[in-house]
């Protein structure tokens, strides 16, 4: 057995050979406080103990420290047969954020089947924003599972790249999971508006209210002033939630046209959609809004009010 | 003038089979904010000696056999 | 060097305080200079004390370029303290707030991203967009633990501070203190001292009579507070009271920062919004104290509109970080945030700067009046600070606080006020009999809810402060059992002083402001040609609570046009209301 300078650790490692797993496992939770460099390696010994608890607790452990010394046990952690392991080891990879994990993660990705270990080694390359992920990424939107599919979605949505775009849009329009289509379609923003408006418009029209809202926000974000019609129709939702992002959008844009319909939201009895719509009138800031936004003065609802008062100084400084 | 001990229903409960505090555990002890939680001498398990409970979880949370189990104190529940 | 047989540890810099501004303060000056000797002392356990031992599910003052800019935040903070601000201070924080989130980010602390990695800020406020959640904000701890360690500071946990020291020409040399566990005194000599003791908490009492079910970590009882007052600091604007909107009868908060951007909000029994204020201030809290009060009251958290794919995400985020117990208080009561409103209430009074605008005054620089002595967090006076701001200001004091060690010899002790600290230490354990601090502190906090919670009144505070000095004349029959009890009988005599500061202050100022914080009916209105000014408490040169004015500084950023827009959202009833 290894032994070690500081009294601290040399006790710990001693616990850590012990019969009672019991032990061992207290031993584990020791490791944590002490600042030595070389309780890494005990550690990642820990994670290979026989006994299930001492492996769990070393896992729970892992992200105290600094993980960069122990990608490749956190990789192997992510095929243990014991589900709080694997789960310790996803989140330990995710917060590695460190340029030299790249390489072995992507490793992994390459052998890797389990949906599991592969959502969580995507979960870790994502913040790394290494181009060397992007195809295997790519490869992965095809995945049978809807985890590892949503988690290749963010590693190509963080990498921004134009010509990932298409593939992006197809995953927004023709995914079956909706979480997946809601991260696709929210990824989208860092396009040329024309690149991709077309397919927010259509995404509006998604059977799951989730993703409606999320291209309507997307639409916001890029400002993309051909979908006005399309939001136009899409604040009459069946539901308020997207109705409201609807409103919100359609102000961002500018929207002159859009005054009657906004209007109309000012008046629905949801409060959350008056509020949007008097706010949206007042970034317009349009004449032609001033009579719907007179009436919100009167409002029921004080953020509403608020609002209103917020719009009429609007209006009158660009009368 | 002379002090008495009154009677009081605690929120902070430790499960004595799954406890390992007899193995040198003390996490749950560590982490309470309050120190209210100490070594019981004739079990050797963790038990709540003070009644001064901010209901806070990490006890219950960092347990590594999840032994403790953190109620809502009887005044407010 | 020993004092009565105690050893005197000597450190370069020693940090009061362990939860969030203080291991933040503690690791910026290893970063400075890692070959400084820096200690960490805290009265529970670094790796969960403080008001973040369960995370933080979100920023509620991100002040992120491209969404608001540090001159609107420190015009938003400037009128919702009334104007009374020091806006150097608030400039220092909002210029660095954007910095420090790159940091904490880098470190590992979770702040929600779209799907393309960028912060995902919301809209909360009106005026400016500052809110960035954190779902997954439950490992802020472990990240700053692991930080102590790899930097190297020495943790010496379990210990609560006592007194500050002072050498002979008046500046920091350190603190007394004792061990929680053991009674054992501890003598530090620092060149310079850092305090990060958080909220005075335990100042009012929970409405339930739980003297522990309060609104902050109840360890936060203001023994930073009374420690600086003693060592002859100034502190700031006491009356400016903290209270806060949050669930009856269970101290979990509001959320409306958590729950406004998914479409919650609060609302009266008719399931109608009533707050007219924009910002959080004590007016926002006028208005919820009389709504309480009102045929229309009391007051609920209103989520059952939202869908359930929505209501499972703000259940999510509430039951998991923070204040995770949440989640079970519900069950118990059998509330369905889908099925009905949750009914809520206000908090016990407080000093507390992360939400209102009280403390040990502290300047840009993180100093106070002291030479050498600096603050951070909850107990400094730098307003609205929240977790981001404990960190900042954190980060600040590290910073200054290396700066004034650098000319420091070692500091000169003044042993005969040791060793009468000693005597105040050890004096509860040496009485076999006498009044236990539980029963001293429910009494004070008991007549702090009686005479001092607003609506004040000044007959009623005088009377309260009489009753006050009479808790203080049964100090010398407090007594204490064992460690634990004596930790109680230290916290009572701050939770004592902190009852008379907060009495003190608030007859001192004779007119209303921030709201409810310091509403006095007898004198129902501001009064800014009297009171523009911080108002000031400290210890005078005989000994005396005392107190007066400081001007407020030079405005940084002129209020102008904004301050109208603001007050266009301050209370106006409707036309038809």
């Known amino acids: 057995m290894k032994t070690y300078d500081d009294p601290e650790l040399q006790a710990i490692a001693t616990k850590l050979s012990s019969d009672d797993p019991g032990i061992r496992r207290v031993a584990v939770l020791e490791l944590v406080d002490t600042g030595d460099p070389d309780a890494v390696e005990l550690v990642i010994h820990a994670l290979q103990d026989p006994d299930t608890h001492v492996r769990q607790e070393a896992a729970k452990v892992v992200d105290e420290f600094e993980a960069e010394d122990m990608a490749d046990a956190l990789i192997a952690a992510l095929s243990d047969s014991d589900e709080t392991v694997r789960n310790a080891a996803a989140h330990a990879l995710a917060d590695l954020k460190d340029p030299a994990a790249a390489e072995p993660l992507l490793q992994a990705l390459e052998t890797s089947t389990d949906s599991f270990v592969v959502s969580g080694i995507l979960r870790a390359l994502k913040p790394l924003r290494t181009q060397d992920a992007q195809r295997p990424a790519l490869k992965r939107l095809a995945d049978a599972d809807a985890q590892v599919r949503r988690e290749a979605v963010g590693v190509i949505g963080w990498l921004k790249q134009p010509e990932n775009l298409p593939a992006l849009v197809e995953t927004a329009q023709h995914d079956a999971d909706p979480e997946v289509r809601r991260a696709a379609t929210g990824a989208l923003v860092y396009a040329n508006p024309s690149q991709v408006g077309q397919a927010l418009i259509g995404l509006l029209a998604d059977e799951h209210w989730q993703v409606r809202c999320e291209a309507a926000n997307s639409i916001a974000k890029l400002e993309y002033q051909a979908a006005v019609s399309a939001l136009i129709t899409a604040t009459s939702d069946d539901l308020w939630q997207v109705r409201e992002k609807a409103v919100d959008a359609l102000g961002k844009l500018g929207s002159v046209e859009s005054i009657p319909v906004l209007g109309e939201c000012a008046a629905d009895a949801m409060s959350n959609l008056r509020k949007a719509a008097i706010g949206a009138l007042g970034t317009i800031a349009h004449s032609d809004g001033r009579p719907y936004v007179v009436t919100a003065l009167d409002d029921p609802d004080p953020d509403v009010r608020k609002l209103a008062r917020w719009a009429i100084s609007k209006l009158d400084a660009a009368a | ?77 | ?577």
């Not at chain 2, 605690?10 to 209210?36: M, N, S």
């Not at chain 3, 503690?26 to 960490?40: C, F, I, R, S």
Request: glycine fraction near 8%; include cysteine; proline fraction near 6%.
């Open chain 2, 1 to 77: 003038m002379p002090i008495a001990n009154h009677h009081s229903s605690v929120p902070v409960i430790v499960d004595e089979d799954k406890c390992i505090a007899d193995k040198g555990c003390t996490v749950c002890i560590d982490v309470c904010p309050l120190d209210v939680l100490w070594i019981n001498e004739d079990t050797g398990k963790a038990h709540m000696k003070y009644d001064e409970c901010w209901y806070c979880m990490p006890c219950e949370a960092d347990c590594p056999t999840d032994a403790v189990t953190v109620n809502i104190p009887y005044l407010l529940r």
């Open chain 3, 1 to 577: 060097m020993e004092i009565n047989n105690i050893p005197v540890i000597d450190t370069d810099i020693l940090v009061i305080g362990g939860g969030t501004a203080g291991p933040m303060a503690a690791v910026t000056a290893k970063e400075q200079n890692p070959d400084l000797n820096v200690m960490l002392l805290e009265k529970a356990n670094v790796k969960r004390s403080g008001a973040i031992s369960m995370g933080m599910d979100g920023l509620n003052n991100a002040v992120v370029p491209g969404h608001a800019t540090p001159e609107q935040y420190v015009k938003e903070i400037t009128i919702a303290n009334d104007g009374i601000v020091h806006q150097p201070a608030l400039m220092a924080y909002a210029t660095r707030s954007f910095p420090m989130i790159e940091k904490l980010d880098s470190w590992g602390v979770h702040f929600q991203k779209d799907e393309t990695g960028d912060y995902d800020m919301k809209k909360v406020h009106h005026l400016g967009t500052y809110v960035l959640p954190m779902p997954e904000g439950h490992n802020v701890k472990k990240i700053l633990y692991r930080r102590l360690r790899r930097n190297r500071v020495q943790i010496e946990n379990r210990y609560t501070a006592t007194r500050l020291l002072k050498d002979p020409d008046g500046n920091i040399a350190g603190m007394i203190g004792v061990n929680t566990r053991t009674a054992e005194p501890i003598i530090i000599r620092a060149k310079a001292v850092i305090m990060a003791t958080g909220a005075a908490g335990r100042l009012g009492l929970p409405t339930s009579g739980y003297l522990f079910g309060t609104y902050e970590n109840p360890a936060n009882n203001g023994d930073g507070h009374a420690m600086a007052y003693h060592a002859g600091a100034d502190l700031a604007n006491l009356e400016c009271f903290q209270i806060n909107p949050l669930l009856k009868d269970y101290n979990g908060p509001a959320c409306a920062y958590v729950t406004g951007p998914l479409g919650g909000f609060t609302s009266n029994a008719f399931g109608e919004r009533f707050i007219e204020c924009d910002y959080w201030s004590g007016q926002m809290m006028l208005e919820f104290f009389k709504e309480l009060e009102s045929g229309t009251g009391p007051v609920f958290l209103k989520l059952d509109h939202l869908a359930e794919e929505t209501i499972q995400e703000i259940e999510t985020v509430l039951h998991t970080n923070e204040r995770p117990s949440r989640g079970r208080f519900h069950e118990g009561r059998d509330v369905n945030y889908r099925q009905r409103m949750v009914e809520m209430h206000i908090s016990e009074v407080g000093f507390c700067s992360g939400h209102s605008a009280s403390g040990v005054w502290t300047d840009e620089t993180g100093a106070t009046t002291v030479p050498g002595l600096y603050c951070a967090g909850d107990m400094a006076s730098v307003a609205h600070n929240y977790m981001l701001g404990a960190f900042v200001y954190g980060q600040i004091c590290g910073e200054s606080a290396v700066e004034f060690a650098k000319s420091r010899r070692e500091p000169v002790l003044d042993e005969a006020f040791i060793q009468t600290e000693l005597e105040r230490i050890q004096a509860p354990m040496k009485r076999a009999d006498g009044i236990p601090p539980e029963q001293m502190e429910y009494k004070v906090r008991r007549l702090v809810n009686d005479y001092l919670q607003p609506p004040k009144v000044t007959r009623k505070m005088e009377i309260g402060l009489e009753r006050i000095l009479a808790v203080r004349e049964d100090l010398p029959q407090l007594c204490a059992r064992d460690p634990h009890e004596l930790l109680r009988a230290m916290e009572v005599q701050s939770i004592i002083d902190c009852a008379e500061m907060a009495a003190r202050a608030s007859l001192y100022r004779t007119e209303s402001r921030w709201g409810l914080y310091h509403y006095r009916v007898d004198y129902p209105e501001q009064d800014d040609s009297e009171w523009f000014y911080h108002s000031r408490l400290f210890k005078d040169e005989n000994g005396q609570m005392a107190s007066g004015k400081r001007p407020v500084a030079d405005y940084l950023v002129p209020l102008g046009d904004e301050k109208d827009a603001y007050r266009k959202m301050r209370v106006q009833k409707a036309a038809n209301a």
